[in-house]
T-cell receptor, first 116, second 118 residues
Framework: NAGVMQNPRHLVRRRGQEARLRCSPMKGHSHVYWYRQLPEEGLKFMVYLQKENIIDESGMPKERFSAEFPKEGPSILRIQQVVRGDSAAYFC??????????????FGDGTRLSIL | AQKITQTQPGMFVQEKEAVTLDCTYDTSDQSYGLFWYKQPSSGEMIFLIYQGSYDEQNATEGRYSLNFQKARKSANLVISASQLGDSAMYFCAMREGISSGSARQLTFGSGTQLTVLP
């Protein structure tokens, strides 16, 4: 499968636990974006990364959330000490080039995070 | 202010008919891109069509076309010959240019739930 791969597809955590969401971009893509979708809403931008660099994290909550895209391996979105309000679908997208207006972002199938 | 506005929370269309999903946007940039995505009930996000702000012709991709009216800042999606499998949530999104200071993220509307009736 040459598409954006996210895992797990579903993740259940108890309040206070940590959630780790993984994203492998499409082959050849070096730009990764994370979005959050609350029920009945559109996607909201969280963070934009290139390999080993966070380019824009203006949409990320200041506490408990972090993201990385290491030189090797997938991008990780990490949520520490999860709370009920973190329950959402988290989507990763990748693009070939971050500078072209016409570059579509290709999305993974998302991770549905449920907090008990 | 909303950057992307989709005023139709839900739409119904008869199978084989055409339907237009509305999208208006707000930007001060001269260079931007407009995208439509489809999200079926299974949850994945599927890219449908793209329109650049400098494109003179309306974008088309198979049964999808984009009615781009730059002066009105609207980018409506037209689906021709609707099929049952078109039933899904449809999102309009915009990427603004470098001049706005934005990174390359997309800003999404709230979506339109399309139901195709047999």
């Amino acid at each position: 499968n040459a598409g954006v791969m996210q895992n797990p597809r579903h993740l259940v955590r108890r309040r206070g636990q940590e959630a780790r969401l993984r994203c492998s971009p499409m082959k050849g893509h070096s730009h990764v974006y994370w979005y959050r979708q609350l029920p009945e809403e559109g996607l909201k931008f969280m963070v934009y990364l290139q390999k080993e660099n966070i380019i824009d994290e203006s949409g990320m909550p200041k506490e408990r959330f972090s993201a990385e895209f290491p030189k090797e391996g997938p991008s990780i979105l990490r949520i520490q000490q999860v709370v009920r309000g973190d329950s959402a679908a988290y989507f990763c997208a990748s693009s070939l080039d971050g500078t072209g207006d016409n570059q579509p972002q290709h999305f993974g199938d998302g991770t549905r995070l449920s907090i008990l | 202010a909303q950057k992307i506005t989709q005023t139709q929370p839900g739409m119904f269309v008869q199978e084989k008919e055409a339907v237009t999903l509305d999208c208006t946007y707000d930007t001060s940039d001269q260079s931007y891109g407009l995208f439509w995505y489809k999200q079926p009930s299974s949850g994945e996000m599927i890219f449908l069509i793209y329109q650049g702000s400098y494109d003179e012709q309306n974008a088309t991709e198979g049964r999808y076309s984009l009615n781009f009216q730059k002066a009105r800042k609207s980018a409506n999606l037209v689906i021709s010959a609707s099929q049952l499998g078109d039933s899904a949530m449809y999102f309009c999104a915009m990427r603004e240019g470098i001049s706005s200071g934005s990174a390359r993220q997309l800003t999404f509307g709230s979506g339109t739930q399309l139901t195709v009736l047999p």
